[in-house]
Structure formats: structure tokens, C-alpha cells
């Protein structure tokens, strides 16, 4: 799934807009519920809500991931 923005936003965005929990959970062959479980836990890549959808910063998601990286997988 994937939301359509008006080029205004995407501007803005500077083409890095926010990914969704589906997004996010196909770049780190996860499940949906997985993250969902982290977020639970306070586990995972940071998130917030708009409304009632999850969002993730592309920026986030990358810090994120070099930190497991460094820490050996540990997430």
C-alpha cells in the first residue's frame, strides 16, 4: 500500500515521506505484527501516529538500523 501525496507535500518531504508499517515491515522482512509487537515493548525503529496510522521517518528507520548493526543484531 502506498499514499499519494500532492506534489506540495512531496516537495517537502524532499521525496523522503513518511513509510508505513507494511513499508517498513518489507524492508526488514518482518511482519506487521512484529513491529507492532516492538512498539509494544518499546523495541524497534521509533514510530508515531497520525490519526490512526503508524508512521515511520526513512531517517529513523536508517539511524536504527546502523545501531543494530553495531550492536551486533541486537534490536
Known amino acids: 500500500m502506498t ?3 500532492s506534489d506540495e ?3 517537502t518531504l ?3 515521506r513518511p513509510l508505513i508499517a507494511e513499508e517498513v515491515a518489507d524492508r526488514l522482512r518482518t ?3 512484529t513491529l507492532r509487537y516492538w512498539r509494544s515493548i518499546g523495541k524497534g525503529p521509533k514510530s ?3 490519526g490512526r496510522r503508524v508512521l515511520y521517518d526513512p531517517d ?3 539511524l536504527w538500523l546502523a545501531q ?3 550492536n551486533g543484531g541486537a534490536a
Do not use: Q
Open 31 to 33: 511482519s506487521v505484527e
Open 14 to 16: 524532499g521525496r523522503r
Open 3 to 5: 499514499i499519494k501525496y
Open 68 to 70: 543494530v548493526k553495531e
Open 60 to 62: 529513523d528507520l536508517d
Open 48 to 50: 508515531y501516529k497520525v
Open 9 to 11: 507535500v512531496e516537495r
